[in-house]
């Protein structure tokens, strides 16, 4: 079955960097994009972008850029998503997910907490 | 890009009573739209897909309907388990949107 689990919560300061993994099992890894969205604490849903795991292209949605940098490493079947600079308002759970075309599966998310 | 306008932001309701959370796309996405429920700190979960398909296992007193630009998720006799927040997201387009969810308190 379709599996994304996603890598264990952290702890950084304000402007350094964090990776957050989304490692996929369950299917052909490079079948379907992996979008990546943004909870921040007592908020909805934000849709950050995409990227395309046959060709590596990423989309970023508006707000997304610059900071933010989505990756792949298909010989482990894993996305990843890299924010530099953190400040504090990046203080949100971060949750990878996919259409399949029959059906959208989640990771578990990824809390990412900025503090000093 | 699609923007998606959920009412009510927050509702309040008891055990038994029948619910409905509407969901308005700002152009037309056919049936492109899928209902989740997020409890705090889970994963949103995936209860209606293209605006009228139950996904498994999600209780039959879950229902959604509609096409083109407004959609609706019922509720017909609110449970104990279903206090959650609740989301429409339009999967239309390759760019994500999602409502701004639907708070459901006691």
């Given amino acids: 079955q379709v599996q994304l689990v996603q890598s264990g919560s952290e702890l950084k300061k304000p402007g350094a960097s964090v990776k957050v993994s989304c490692k996929a099992s369950g299917y052909t890894f490079t079948s379907y994009a992996i979008n990546w969205v943004r909870q921040a604490p007592g908020q909805g849903l934000e849709w950050m972008g995409w990227i395309t795991t046959n060709t590596g292209n990423p989309m970023y949605a508006q707000g997304f850029t610059g900071r933010f940098v989505f990756s792949l490493d298909t010989s482990v079947s894993t996305a990843y998503l890299q924010i530099s600079s953190l400040k504090a308002d990046d203080t949100a759970i971060y949750f990878c997910a996919i259409d399949s075309g029959s059906g959208f599966h989640w990771g578990q998310g990824t809390l990412v907490t900025v503090s000093s | ?106």
């Fill in chain 2, 1 to 106: 890009d699609i923007q998606l306008t959920q009412s009510p932001s927050s509702l309040s309701a008891s055990v038994g009573d029948r619910v409905t959370i509407t969901c308005r796309a700002s152009q037309d996405i056919l049936t492109s739209l899928n209902w989740y429920q997020q409890k705090p700190g889970k994963a949103p979960k995936l209860f209606i897909y293209a605006a009228s398909s139950l996904q498994g296992g999600v209780p039959s007193r879950f229902s959604g309907s509609g096409s083109g630009t407004t959609f609706t998720l019922t509720i017909s006799s609110l449970q104990p388990e279903d206090f959650a927040t609740y989301y429409c997201q339009q999967a239309f387009s390759a760019r994500w949107s999602f409502g701004q969810g639907t708070k459901v308190e006691i």
